[in-house]
């Protein structure tokens, strides 16, 4: 297998670390490969689009969502390193309001699946990060929700000491309990 496949406190979400062939030279990996996602993860998607951001230190981007045409997410760091949340907004699912967190760096080259019916964020820990992610769906800006990252009744302890930069649809996101959430 090109990958282990990691469960995290809510089982739908994984963290996925890719087998790397390295020497002197330098590495090989692969990011993705439709058969064994299958395999080691038992999920059957369709990434339809690809997104790169580059942040700077301390800039939080999130939590996001699409409340119709909810996305799956396959996110990686190519450069620097994240810590990445993802916040359950599933009513139905016995982790909902739940979030877990995951650092993902160049270095450790690990990957996180983001199910459809979740949150979405990450904090830049390095002086920049270059963040990749394949989605499920497309993005529809009218869809487009953003959960507040600092939340209280949701809770997620940023490892960060300063406020975060926000771009201003996430400083302006809906706490979590007036926030559209999934069935």
Known sequence: MPYSVTPTAIPD??????????DARGFFFESFNKRDFAEVTGLDVEFVQDNHSRSARHVLRGLHYQIQNPQGKLVRVT????FDVVVDLRRSSPTFGKWVGAELSAENKRQMW????????????SETADFLYKTTDYWYPEFERSLRWDDPSVGIVWPIQDAPQLAKK???GSLFASAETFE
Do not use: N, Y
């Open 13 to 22: 979400v994984l963290v996925l670390t890719p087998k790397v062939f390295g």
């Open 79 to 82: 450069e620097g390193a994240v």
């Open 114 to 125: 983001v199910p459809p019916g979740f949150a979405h964020g990450f904090v830049v820990l």
């Open 170 to 172: 996430d400083a302006e």
